[in-house]
């Protein structure tokens, strides 16, 4: 028996200090509920996927101050439509049938929570992002 929207449910972890009103929008219940379990469960990959960006574009990343790193991993999700797309999948994979059809809803105003969670993720961890991909084998 296909059990996916529990499965899915289950390996999420838990985030403790994201709090839930009555009266919060679905915008935000979304996102606290959806999108940032979700973004904490695909962490490792998101790091890796974008040290992968990096490289790809001959690592100029690592030349540059912390300022504009940070204005680097902002410019990448949010001007290079395909790798946003891209880190976007990653995200709307992990949702059930019944989230997708709430970000249906309201794709354009989620799509806009997700990147600048994942800019702001990616921003707090720059440290992970200092040194090149180490070949392993």
């Known amino acids: 028996m296909n059990d996916r929207p529990n499965?899915?449910?289950r390996i999420r972890p838990e985030i403790k200090k994201t709090q839930t009103f009555e009266n919060m929008g679905?915008?935000?219940r979304f996102q606290n509920e959806t999108l940032?379990?979700?973004l904490k469960l695909q962490n490792p990959l998101l790091i890796e996927v974008f040290q992968n960006?990096?490289?790809?574009?001959?690592?100029?990343f690592y030349e540059?101050?912390?300022?504009?790193?940070?204005d680097y991993i902002e410019s990448s999700l949010i001007k290079?439509?395909?790798?946003?797309n891209s880190v976007k999948g990653?995200?709307?994979?992990?949702?059930?049938?019944?989230e997708y059809k709430v970000y249906q809803q309201q794709s354009s105003s989620?799509?806009?929570?997700?990147?600048?969670?994942?800019?702001?993720?990616?921003?707090?961890?720059?440290q992970l992002l200092e040194g090149p991909l180490k070949k392993v084998g």
């Open 7 to 9: 499965d899915l449910l």
């Open 26 to 28: 679905i915008e935000e």
């Open 36 to 38: 940032r379990p979700i």
């Open 53 to 60: 960006y990096i490289q790809k574009r001959k690592g100029v």
């Open 64 to 70: 540059l101050s912390v300022e504009k790193k940070l």
């Open 80 to 84: 290079d439509q395909k790798f946003r």
């Open 90 to 98: 990653m995200l709307i994979g992990h949702f059930t049938v019944a």
């Open 110 to 126: 989620l799509n806009k929570r997700m990147m600048h969670l994942v800019i702001d993720r990616l921003k707090d961890q720059v």
